[in-house]
């Protein structure tokens, strides 16, 4: 399993917010300048189904990030199962007046391990950037 994790200075509902609506996963769902998110789908709750579609800027590599839900605690945690069966789980954890996300998930095999864990750390990185962008 791999574990990339921050701390956000924001309000839990602020982040929850921002994690799951999909004109925000637009924004922050991207490890580089290199890369974007073209489009989110997100359906939050046990059963329901998400898709991120990213591409490069240059449209040379592309490909969905997509799922479904298999456990939701709002406010607190985030259970999925990707296409290809692996798992993971995003957990929100309030810390006064900062919020830690950790994300565990399963790593694929096509790709080196640090090479995932860069890429997610990344993404997680970009969101924390995101979510401070704006005023409390």
């Known amino acids: 399993m791999i574990k990339v994790q921050t701390e956000i200075q924001a309000s839990i509902n602020k982040i ?9 996963i637009v924004e922050w769902n991207t490890p580089s300048l290199n890369w974007y998110t073209s489009q989110a789908e997100n359906d939050l709750k046990v059963g329901g189904k998400f898709k991120y579609s ?12 997509e799922g479904f839900y298999t456990k939701v605690e709002k406010l607190l945690l985030i259970e999925y199962k990707l296409v290809d069966n692996r798992i993971g789980s995003i957990h929100f954890e309030e810390l006064g007046d900062a919020v830690r996300i950790s994300e ?21 990185d970009k969101f924390k950037q995101y979510v401070e962008s704006f005023k409390k």
């Not at 929850?16 to 925000?24: A, G, M, N, V, Y």
């Not at 990213?54 to 490909?63: P, R, V």
């Open 16 to 24: 929850w917010e921002f994690w799951t609506l999909p004109e925000h």
């Open 54 to 65: 990213m591409i490069t800027k240059d449209k040379s590599l592309s490909f969905d990030f």
């Open 104 to 124: 565990v998930f399963q790593p694929e095999s096509g790709n080196p391990e640090s090479m995932q864990e860069e890429w997610c750390q990344a993404v997680i």
